[in-house]
């Protein structure tokens, strides 16, 4: 069983300071994650994802994800938050055994204010 | 880029009545898709996989007689939600995966916002 953790149902920064979004997963198989964005109203729009190649994944719109197995953990950042950048952000996990259903984490609001 | 896109976008139904979403891919084949919910403020459930050719698989405690999936082509799947009811007012959003040179990778719909009077 799959499972991922977002701590946070909220995160507040100001514009140009770092963003940092938590997840953790928990899986019996290695594991591929992802990170998508969800802008009101909107379906999902993948960020970046991570399948067993660098560790260090860089993604859309300055946003990069670090996954560190020791940890279980795939967290979300960004050098200097934009005002565009306010959405819900989800981690998802999936197992790398083939292509299967995401499991979604519950997800983090990010405000970013003036 | 591969589109996922999806019909209606917003829907107001009465009670008991039975309501179509549907979910297309329209520059790829999809020989699966996934249906999901997404309660408000909450993450997104999958409810079933869409099978083409096949009937779906749905998820624990997902009605199979009030969420009627049918995958008619490679690139469309259905959504109907019969006589329904209040609580099923929800946002329901499609995807499907495409195998590509990137990999595996799931693209969503816009999603369908239903709201039962």
Known sequence: ?114 | GAVVSQHPSRVICKSGTSVKIECRSLDFQATTMFWYRQFPKQSLMLMATSNEGSKATYEQGVEKDKFLINHASLTLSTLTVTSAHPEDSSFYICSAPLTSGRGDEQFFGPGTRLTVL
């Open chain 1, 1 to 114: 069983a799959q499972s991922v953790t977002q701590l946070g149902s909220h995160v507040s920064v100001s514009e140009g300071a770092l963003v940092l979004l938590r997840c953790n997963y928990s899986s019996s198989v290695p594991p591929y994650l992802f990170w998508y964005v969800q802008y009101p109203n909107q379906g999902l729009q993948l960020l970046l994802k991570y399948t067993s190649a660098a560790t260090l994944v860089k993604g859309i719109n300055g946003f990069e994800a670090e996954f560190k197995k020791s940890e279980t953990s795939f967290h979300l950042t960004k050098p200097s938050a934009h005002m565009s950048d306010a959405a819900e952000y989800f981690c998802a996990v999936t197992p790398n055994t083939g292509f299967q259903k995401l499991v979604f984490g519950t997800g983090t609001r990010l405000l970013v204010s003036p």
